[in-house]
T-cell receptor, first 114, second 111 residues
């Protein structure tokens, strides 16, 4: 089984709809991240969390919100989706106790906003 | 604001040839990561470089880090088709270890 899972894997929605993307991990890591990937722009950090009580904005948090329901679960919400939020979204995890703090990525969610 | 630049953005090379991908960054950091992404897939961690002068090798790929020059290189030796993918470098900054990614280098290895 995959260590970092994301649901749904693909989603098509309409402008103005509320969307939630979910991420779960079995790695036991304390840190979790949400990124979006756009062609030609690499990955950009949306939000990150170091534990259930710690949520931080990333580079491009406007229009997004997150919830860390448990150490293993980190959800990303688009309150009112707009077409320029069409992108590939990745969840990642890392472990503070490991000096390298290497991030491990989920399979991604392809979101299309019409 | 940290800037991470990769070049080239696209690289077409023949099997058996050698080439280097460059990753330059604009602020002090001693932690740099290389990832591989196949089309439509997730990112796979290749190398973690944690200090000046660090060198890591895996198969036909070798990564190095020069923190004074703010430069990392990913060297490909005797390329094979299976290495065709997009390669990203990412630089960690601050105690939060946030990653800033380069825009990626799409590598295409042809026969």
């Amino acid at each position: 089984d995959a260590d970092v899972t994301q649901t749904p894997r693909n989603r098509i929605t309409k402008t103005g709809k509320r969307i939630m993307l979910e991420c779960s991990q079995t790695k036991g890591h304390d840190r979790m991240y949400w990124y979006r990937q756009d062609p030609g722009l690499g990955l950009r950090l949306i939000y990150y969390s170091f534990d259930v009580k710690d949520i931080n904005k990333g580079e491009i948090s406007d229009g997004y919100s997150v919830s860390r329901q448990a150490q293993a679960k980190f959800s990303l919400s688009l309150e009112s989706a707009i077409p320029n939020q069409t992108a590939l979204y990745f969840c990642a995890t890392s472990d503070l106790s490991q000096g390298a703090n290497e991030q491990f990525f989920g399979p991604g969610t392809r979101l299309t906003v019409l | 604001e940290l800037k991470v630049e990769q070049n080239p953005l696209f690289l077409s090379m023949q099997e058996g040839k050698n080439y280097t991908i460059y990753c330059n960054y604009s602020t002090t950091s001693d932690r740099l990561y290389w990832y591989r992404q196949d089309p439509g897939k997730s990112l796979e961690s290749l190398f973690v470089l944690l200090s000046n002068g660090a060198v890591k090798q895996e198969g036909r790929l070798m990564a190095s880090l020069d923190t004074k020059a703010r430069l990392s290189t990913l060297h490909i030796t005797a390329a094979v088709h299976d290495l065709s993918a997009t390669y990203f470098c990412a630089v960690a900054t601050g105690t939060a270890s946030k990653l800033t990614f380069g825009t990626g280098t799409r590598l295409q290895v042809t026969l």
